[in-house]
């Protein structure tokens, strides 16, 4: 039974009977993993308040070879982040880049998922511009690290490239953009229209370089929160929205 000590983000955690907490943590070394943490309820724990979702630290634990419950000694607190906790859509963005990664993250261990999703979650702490932005951002670029992004600069049909003022569409089924002409030969239910400006909003929220200037609002921001709804449930989720978005979207309306 190997002691393991590794740089974890806690994602979420669970109450576990009446003294104890199981947490999800994203994990440098081991990828994601459950811990419980005995006795992290009782007002005199060890552990304090420091095991709540989004914060960062160094995990200690007992790494039990063929089982998913490891029990956790030890956690040196890196960073909190109970900013997120005062403003609803920092913590509802917060809960959706977690969920992204406690859905779909691989089982092996990924450096730059682990320190993307943490870029991520300090984005949303700091960030004073639009919020909207800035989580569509980060939840579309956790995604591409995770393989799955959306090509939508050609065609994903006949390979033709698509130019700024083109009507195109997304074809949420085929994971990316179709041309007009290639609309007429195909028969998707999972089509919808791609206009020119929701395109090039989708070009910035995609591309970590240069980002879209938050200061900025998104003039498409419903179309970009229905595209990337219903990409993450068609692509990951087996068709049913993330409950983590079902949320986000109730404070962003
Ligand atoms: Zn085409």
Redesign the pocket.
Same mark, same amino acid.
């Given at each position: 039974m190997p002691l393991v000590t590794t740089e974890a983000t806690v994602l979420k955690t669970y109450e576990y009977s009446e003294t104890s907490k199981i947490l999800r943590l994203l994990t440098r070394d081991l990828g994601l993993c459950s811990v419980i943490a005995k006795g992290a309820r009782r007002p005199k724990s060890r552990f304090g308040g420091l095991l709540e979702p989004f914060t960062d630290g160094e995990a200690t634990f007992y790494a039990k070879e063929g089982r998913e419950l490891h029990t956790l000694s030890g956690f040196e607190l890196h960073r909190e982040r109970q900013a997120l906790g005062r403003e609803l859509v920092r913590y509802a963005g917060a809960g959706l880049l977690s969920e992204i990664v406690l859905r779909f993250a691989p089982a092996a261990a990924d450096d730059e998922l682990f320190f993307q999703l943490r870029r991520g979650l300090d984005h949303l702490v700091e960030e004073n511009g639009d919020l909207e932005i800035v989580i569509l951002q980060q939840a579309w670029q956790l995604i591409e690290r995770l393989g799955f992004a959306p090509s939508i600069d050609r *065609?994903?049909? *006949?390979? #033709?490239g698509i130019v700024g003022d083109e009507d195109c569409f997304f074809d949420l089924g085929g994971g990316g953009a179709? *041309? #007009?002409? *290639?609309?007429t030969r195909t028969s998707g239910l999972s089509l919808r229209p791609l206009k020119p400006r929701a395109r090039a909003e989708l070009i910035g929220l995609l591309s970590p370089r240069p980002p879209l200037p938050a200061a900025r609002r998104l003039e498409t921001a419903p179309a970009q929160r229905d595209l990337l709804r219903d990409f993450i449930a068609y692509h990951l989720a087996d068709h049913r929205p993330l409950n983590s978005f079902r949320f986000l979207e109730e404070r962003l309306r």
């Open positions: *065609c994903t049909l *006949c390979g #033709a179709i *041309c #007009a002409r *290639c609309r």
